[in-house]
């Protein structure tokens, strides 16, 4: 099979996805591109405050050298330092790539790009598209996409949902089964590879800054069938965020890369605790430090605002250009769902789960997970960001690792002896057959557990005891009413047994493989002693390189229905592990 | 802490409660119905909350147990343009809307209903697919050569970038076609949010080098001409995009556009 037309499945329509997508289909191959929601209205529409390159247009002396420290010690060191320093020597090609395609960069008066600060470099790195940064991003690659469609080489499948991979007698991927999301068909799709970019995880913690759609189930479902899990404890808790009943709205990192400020009252005067105890960095901390300072001041010191949980982040003093044309975007949100003006009156924000860093295991060459035939880009997977990702990293990860993706799938599939067509129908039917076993069992169930509370229960759970603070007693507690909740989810009736887009139904089935994922995230979090990065146990308060400088790999144990852990060393070659101060 | 029930928002039997009143249907070509609910009243909920309510606990105000009701949301920020319905007779996304905004009154009820241009999936869940064809049409992309590396882009001033970005933002949640009086299946019209991309990518120094393509696609069925100037597009769009400027401008494109072409034989 030389360079045949190779057929590739890519889950996911994020920036991910699309990048892969752009990158397979330019080479004229054909990409089965599949999403819950059309592909535009992707949870990276979200991101808001900018992507990072180290483009040094300030004359500051910017390298990518530097983004590539910066990247390494915000990290703690867990990322392997190979594939994070390639993804910063590439990231100013991807920022020109994205200006060429059109995206509506925030200019200097020259007309060059504009490039602001963000939490964890001195730097100003991060270019940015007023404050709906990934919104202009994600559109420019759904453009590009939609070219190729048009010209035939892209067949999307949007309102389908991922719900297996198909794996050969040998183990390898050779497609996947799905479910349409209106008439419920479950199919099986053949491929010569299949790439995963389905995202993040936030409906696991209940409430978060994502989506509705990252619920990792489609990660869970992969884990289930033997796919590694990476540092699923390492879970970023975003300092600043509107408390909301349905979601907890991010307030971006961007507003204090533009000068805004963090406070409370003390003694009837502001208190600006990040510029006080962390002189060099002030408000812009990186986020594991900022929400841990938070917590104390809150927690520890009960100064929050009117006795609540919140501090103020203020942007009043900025001036009115500022507030506009670069915070523009995130100040209407605050003002459309708070009702007051941010301009005038400081917000009033609070930490939420928010990027999880953990994710699929992949090489470190090809995004390749451990299944043969499956690969995996974005925030579903675990490489670039270790202990700890730095603010505007995720978007330059996701285009980085899709763009690699794409060319490694299309490489794997003209290295098959045989492509997809001469995989036995009977590995498909009989994955196709357990699909829809599933689906009869959750429809024909009569219990009393009604899913939503389940989910709620799981969402208290896990923000209370695997966010920001971890203690072993209550993350065994918490893994115990893991397992308590996926016993009662056996009990699990649905009020709504129509086989016509049915949501209660397709929440229902996700549910299920967010209940096996957090244990993943909560038992990698009980054997992991030590701090790093978003990973802090008050009782072993010191990162401990002799014992833990590893990856956690999580691998399902069908038989005891459980993950196991097991550890891999981490790539330290280029950068000596140094204690990590700011 | 076994007991669905036990975990569900108490009925709302006394305080304060948000009357919805729903119109729904199983499914493309099943019969409309309407369903009244009562869900608890809580300062600064948006209709989404509303809606969780009900599909947490299914039962309508007369005491009958239904099915939740199907609509589309993802990201709760007025920002991905799922969740476009029509809240008491205005297009709206049902994330940004905040019920003390628009039930000042809570004796009033809640009325939802789906945008009524596209078909029904079910519920206040619809077909937006046209939408998306339609950005096909007139080409709503930059043609660049190819993904790989060839330096920067083109160079662009402050007061251009400040222009398009805004057009930029558009969230193809289809409320400026659900006012449009003109879209609809027979006339084909692409409606206001296309022909706004049409400007926005016109703007653009490569779009620029295929504009006469997308003006092109607007000479056809369904294309500009059909605007009959109603100007309801820009009072309902989210994003407050200058729909109606964009209409002009698109216009006299396309006219010097066609002109051009009878010119150039
Ligand atoms: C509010 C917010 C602001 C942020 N701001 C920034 C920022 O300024 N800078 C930065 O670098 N990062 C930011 N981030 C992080 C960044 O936005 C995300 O990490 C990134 O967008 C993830 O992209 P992705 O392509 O991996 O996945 P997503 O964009 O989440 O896309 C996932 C795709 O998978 C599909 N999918 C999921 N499950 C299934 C399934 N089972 N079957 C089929 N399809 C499925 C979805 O439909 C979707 O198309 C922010 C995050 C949030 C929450
Ligand atoms: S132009 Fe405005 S109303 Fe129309 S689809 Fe875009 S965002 Fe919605
Ligand atoms: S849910 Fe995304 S716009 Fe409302």
Known sequence: MATHKANIIVVGGGLAGLAATMKIAEKGHHVDLFSVVPVKRSHSVCAQGGINAAKNLKGEGDSTWSHFDDTIFGGDFLANQAPVKRMCEAAPGIIDLLDRMGVQFNRTPEGLLDFRRFGGTLFHRTAFAGATTGQQLLYALDEQVRRHEAEGSVSKHEHWEFLSGVLDGNGACRGICAMDLRSMTVATFPADAVIMATGGIGAIFGKSTNSIACTGSAQSALYQQGACYANGEFIQVHPTAIPGEDKLRLMSESARGEGGRVWVYREGKPWYFLEEWYPKYGNLVPRDVATRAIHKVVFELGLGVEGQDAVYLDVTHLDRHTQDAKLGGILEIYEKFVGDDPRKVPMRVFPAMHYTMGGLWIDTERQATNIPGLFAAGECEYQYHGANRLGANSLVSCIFGGMLAGPAAVEYAHSLPQGAAATPSGVFEAEQKRQIEINDRLFHNLGRENPFVLWKEMGRTMTEHVTVSRDNAKLRGADAKLQELLERYRQVSLADQTRWANQTFFFTRQLFNMLQLARVVTLGALARDESRGAHYKPAFPERDDVNFLKTTKAHFAPDADEPRLSYEPVDTSLITPRARKY | ?265
């Not at chain 2, 820009?234 to 216009?251: F, N």
């Open chain 2, 1 to 265: 802490m076994s007991a669905a029930t036990s975990h569900a928002p108490t009925p709302p039997l006394r305080g304060r409660s948000v009357r919805l009143r729903i119109k729904r249907q199983a499914a493309p070509d099943a019969p409309v119905r309407w369903e009244d609910f009562e869900v608890p009243y809580r300062p600064g909920m948006n209709v989404i909350v509303a809606l969780l309510d009900i599909a947490e606990r299914p039962v309508t105000t007369q005491g009958a147990p239904t099915s939740g009701v199907a609509y589309d949301a993802n990201c709760l920020e007025e920002i991905c343009g799922s969740c476009a319905m029509v809240i008491n007779g205005r297009p709206r996304p049902a994330c940004s809307t905040l019920i003390d905004k628009v039930l000042p009154d809570l004796n009033q009820p809640l009325v939802l209903e789906p945008l009524s241009k596209f078909p029904v999936v079910r519920d206040l869940a619809v077909n937006r697919e046209r939408l998306f064809n339609d950005l096909k049409r007139v080409k709503a992309w930059i043609p660049i050569d190819g993904t790989y590396d060839l330096g920067a882009g083109p160079r662009e001033g402050q007061a251009t970038q400040e222009a398009a970005y805004p057009l930029s933002r558009c969230i193809s949640c289809g409320n400026c076609l659900e006012v449009c009086p003109q879209y609809n299946e027979d006339t084909g019209f692409v409606g206001a949010a296309v022909i706004s991309q049409v400007r926005l990518f016109n703007l653009h120094p490569t779009g620029a080098l295929n504009a006469h393509e997308r003006l092109e696609a607007l000479t056809g069925p369904g294309g500009i001409q059909q605007c009959g100037f109603a100007q309801n597009c820009v009072k309902v769009c989210p994003k407050d995009i200058p729909l109606t400027d964009s209409i002009a401008i698109v216009g006299r494109q396309v006219l010097a556009h066609t002109v051009g072409r009878s010119v150039r034989g």
